[in-house]
């Protein structure tokens, strides 16, 4: 009944800036939090950026100061604004949304996109 769906990855230099978007589609009564995890072939999703609803923000470790995550609350869309990438970026991002939908008012349940890839080389 949800579905989120990415776009704007690709190659880019190292020190170069991509900006990720996820619009969330659907039945969807409310959104509580979106947030973006990356992962890497063999390692496990980790956590990139975060946002609630009340305007609260996480980053990992690794991308404070060069990530920034934003939403628009109106179209459901959560975005990454990625500056100064390296190589250790490279990953494929994954958009996560925890939804309350219209079908069941009782629950909040996380939702997954299919990922975008990302490539930070020279």
């Known amino acids: 009944q949800v579905q989120l769906v990415e776009s704007g990855g690709g190659l880019v230099q190292p020190g170069g800036s991509l900006r990720l978007s996820c619009a969330a589609s659907g039945s969807i009564f409310s959104i509580h939090a979106m947030g973006w995890y990356r992962q890497v072939p063999g390692n496990e999703r980790e956590l990139v950026a975060s946002?609630?609803?009340?305007?609260?923000?996480n980053y990992a470790e690794s991308v404070k100061g060069r990530f920034t995550i934003s939403r628009d609350g109106a179209e459901n869309t959560v975005y990454l604004q990625m500056n100064s990438l390296k190589p250790e970026d490279t990953a494929v991002y994954y958009c996560?949304?925890?939804?309350?939908?219209?079908?069941?008012?009782?629950?909040?349940?996380?939702?997954w996109g299919k990922g975008t890839p990302v490539t930070v080389s020279s």
């Open positions: 946002l609630t609803s009340g305007g609260h923000t």
């Open positions: 996560n949304a925890e939804v309350t939908s219209d079908y069941d008012l009782r629950y909040a349940d996380n939702y």
